[in-house]
């Protein structure tokens, strides 16, 4: 009986101990921040204008680009994209050297005379009180597919921000490299480099592409697999901060997976949008909302089919780009291998396999080995010692 | 009769799609006009309600007024009269005669009871805050909030922020001290040494040209900038290689990843703390109306709106604004000379403890 009392006494202390550790104290004043403002919010009236400022917005966008596509003329002495400027427009100089570094580029693209031709409507900002309305929309890059009423013209539209406003308005600050701008030029380009490239997709790939808002079409690129400077994985940021992982587990669960380096989640993580049979609109607009990196279904997957194309060559990839197949069975036809497989390697060119699940520290893990030891043996010294009278 | 009449009709559905995206676009024409016009409309009416909201929210309530700094707020126990007191001095000498013009921009104050789980009505204007804050905690919530309309777009992207009246003036001091000590760059190194050209640049003052060169001339500033702070961002695709060359010692890659950043990304040897300070003195040397002379043109150079508003040469200026940094040092910790025996003594005991330790004994 007594033996039993030092047990339940040593029951009731442990768990003491336990609640002593984890349960906060009470009756002491909560530290809260100094300065619990709140901030002011739009009344009911302000967010009903600004809704209707967004319609605005994009039915003025959508409108520019079917006019623009209804007046563009072609340059026969260019090979690279027409170039249309909106807004303030540049001296005759600036344009000429937007044009020759938009030729220089076409050709780093290994594009010359296209079928489909590309046209680039650079909008520079307004000055402030400058046009009537809304403000137009300076952040959301949109692009103009080929479609039954104009199968040759595709439009992309590139806000020009306060920066590249003023380098195309002849005031680049000095300490701007060459390059830059052939960067952001071609970074605009998005589909139309593509349908330029390889013509207009078969229905398939279409309808797979429009499913997914273009994702994995947006940079055609020019230095291979893993070969850019900067992908939108880079946004993510250093794997030692929690706001990594916030980052990381924000997409979709197939997204996650590709990234631990299952092949499985590549292959739904591509598939995306293959099944179904997305209705492709007429005319066919595509838009890239502001942070159009933090909801993609493949990381990174920008350059996803760009890296496709180099890695099987030219004429593979036109057979998958028109093919009446399915586009699992076109993809994998094209990349001669299971699809996740290859993309679960083309993911490995970016990032290791990130470790998913719960990862208990080492200290945590050797203290529970200690404790479970000294458990175990406190048993079975007890069970050896154990006399039956 | 035959082909005349099917060459029009031939002609027509051949047109059909161009006629269909005529038909689109005035559609989205007149759909834009619309929205347009309910938009004006719209806004017609939101701006009646903010009105309204003002209105409402101002209405009953007290005005506090000191100086010219104007508070509406509700009955509370915050201490806001005693903290515009103490406020208003240190706003007024930061704007100067622009400082009057806070009396058509009141601040716009809801306390609300921290304690209360009561639903609390929505808020379109001001700032609600807990009345329990301190009188310290309530100046300095005057002195962050000033209400006054934010400076032109090249002079906040050159303060990255707003100016706002200094809270700690020596502790602010110091560290644009400290960092003057140790930042890795030696046009900073120069600054601190007395080279005001070398403050100029690392203060983003002079010729923005060559800026990687002017702000870390040497390899080894370079190595260091890629290598600590650029690290995860150059260490993928086709930077991997320069990376590691770079941190391998070779200049000419260190340099490359650098020049690649884009537009303002490469660090400036003195942070915005920096800035803001230069900012405050050239508005302290130039008396009442300094603020406004910095803020009459916004597409002059910046150094030279700083030295309208001071009245002085830029040189002047900066070298007035380092030998300020360099006079707030921060004090060496000094120790009194017992504390000296004090840890001696310590020493001794715990020596001792540890020899007449049984274990130590043969």
């Not at chain 1, 175990?376 to 010692?385: F, H, Y």
């Not at chain 2, 939101?46 to 009955?75: C, H, K, Q």
């Not at chain 2, 003057?180 to 040209?209: K, N, W, Y």
Request: glycine content about 8%.
């Amino acid at each position: 009986m007594a033996r039993l009392r030092v047990w339940i006494a040593g029951a009731v202390g442990g768990c003491a101990l336990i609640a002593l550790a984890y349960l906060p104290p009470r009756g002491g004043a909560a530290r809260g921040p100094r300065f619990a403002t709140h901030s002011p919010e739009p009344t009911a009236a302000r967010r009903r204008a600004q809704a209707i400022a967004d319609e605005w917005r994009e039915t003025d966008a959508s409108l520019h680009l079917l006019e623009d596509r209804q007046h563009v003329k072609r340059d026969s002495s260019r090979v690279g994209p027409t170039i249309i400027f909106r807004g303030s427009a540049p001296s005759p100089a600036g344009v000429r050297t937007v044009e020759a570094v938009a030729d220089t580029m076409w050709r780093g693209l290994g594009l010359g005379e296209t079928k489909v031709r590309a046209v680039l409507v650079i909008a520079l900002e307004h000055a402030p009180g400058a046009i009537e309305g809304p403000t137009p929309d300076q952040n959301r890059v949109a692009f103009l597919t080929p479609d039954s009423t104009d199968r040759t013209t595709c439009i992309a539209f590139l806000p020009a921000n306060n920066f590249w406003t003023a380098v195309l308005l002849g005031h680049a600050p000095r300490h701007m490299e060459p390059q830059w701008l052939e960067r952001w030029l071609q970074s605009g380009l998005g589909p139309c480099a593509f349908y330029a490239a390889y013509g207009t997709p078969g229905r398939s790939v279409r309808s797979w592409l429009a499913a997914r808002n273009w994702d994995v079409a947006l940079y055609l690129g020019t230095h291979g697999i893993a070969g850019e400077r900067f992908s939108s994985l880079n946004l993510l940021g250093d794997s030692r901060y929690s706001w990594y992982w916030d980052g990381v587990y924000s997409f979709p669960p197939a997204t996650v997976a590709c990234l631990a380096g299952r092949s499985d989640g590549c292959r739904s993580a591509v598939l995306e949008g293959a099944d179904d049979d997305a209705r492709i609109a007429v005319p066919e607009i595509v838009r890239l909302e502001q942070g159009w990196w933090r909801k993609q279904r493949l990381l990174p997957g920008e350059r996803f089919l760009a890296d496709v194309a180099r890695d099987v060559g030219r004429d593979r990839f036109q057979t998958f780009w028109t093919s009446p197949l399915p586009v699992d069975t076109a993809l994998a036809a094209a990349l001669r291998q299971p699809v996740g497989e290859w993309t679960e390697r083309w993911e490995r060119r970016f990032i290791q396999p990130i470790r998913l699940g719960a990862a208990s520290p080492l200290g945590a893990t050797l203290l529970a080995l200690l404790l479970a030891t000294l458990a175990v043996s406190a048993v079975a010294l007890t069970a050896s010692r154990r006399q039956v009278r | 009769m035959f082909r005349r009449f099917w060459l029009p009709l031939l002609l027509g559905v051949l047109a059909s799609p161009l006629r269909g995206q005529d038909t689109l676009v005035d559609r989205l024409r007149i759909r834009a006009d619309s929205l347009l016009r309910t938009w004006q409309q719209a806004v017609t009416i939101a701006n009646l309600a903010d009105s309204l909201e003002r209105e409402r929210a101002t209405s009953g309530r007290d005005t506090i007024a000191v100086g010219a700094l104007r508070i509406i707020t509700n009955p509370s126990p915050l201490p806001l009269r005693q903290a515009a007191a103490l406020a208003w001095p240190a706003i007024e000498s930061l704007y100067g005669s622009a400082a009057a013009d806070l009396a058509e921009r009141p601040y716009l104050i809801r306390a609300a009871d921290p304690d209360s789980s009561a639903r609390r009505v929505v808020l379109h204007v001001g700032v609600e805050v807990p009345w329990d804050l301190d009188l310290r905690a309530t100046t300095m919530l005057l002195l962050t909030t000033v209400p006054v309309a934010p400076p032109d777009r090249p002079l906040g992207e050159w303060l990255t922020g707003g100016l706002r009246p200094a809270i700690h003036p020596r502790e602010d001091r110091t560290a644009v001290y400290l960092e003057l000590v140790t930042a890795p760059s030696q046009a900073t190194r120069g600054c601190f040494l007395g080279d005001i050209a070398r403050c100029i640049d690392a203060l983003g003052l002079g010729d923005t040209a060559h800026l990687l060169e002017r702000w870390y001339p040497s390899a080894a500033e370079r190595r260091a900038i890629v290598s600590q702070s650029f690290a995860d961002f150059f260490n993928h695709g086709d930077n991997v290689q320069p990376f590691r060359e770079c941190v391998a010692g070779r200049d000419t890659s260190c340099t490359a990843l650098l020049r690649s950043l884009p537009p303002g990304a490469l660090p400036k040897p003195l942070t915005e703390a920096a800035r803001v300070s230069l900012v405050r003195d050239a508005l302290r040397l130039g008396g009442r109306d300094a603020y406004r002379r910095l803020l009459r043109d916004p597409e002059t150079a910046i150094g030279d709106r700083l030295a309208q508003a001071a009245g002085v040469g830029v040189d002047s200026l900066v070298a007035g604004w380092r030998n300020a940094a360099l006079a707030a040092r921060p004090a060496p910790v000094a120790l009194p000379w017992w504390a000296i025996g004090v840890a001696v003594g310590w020493v001794t005991v715990f020596a001792g403890c540890g020899l007449s330790s049984s274990r130590w004994r043969a």
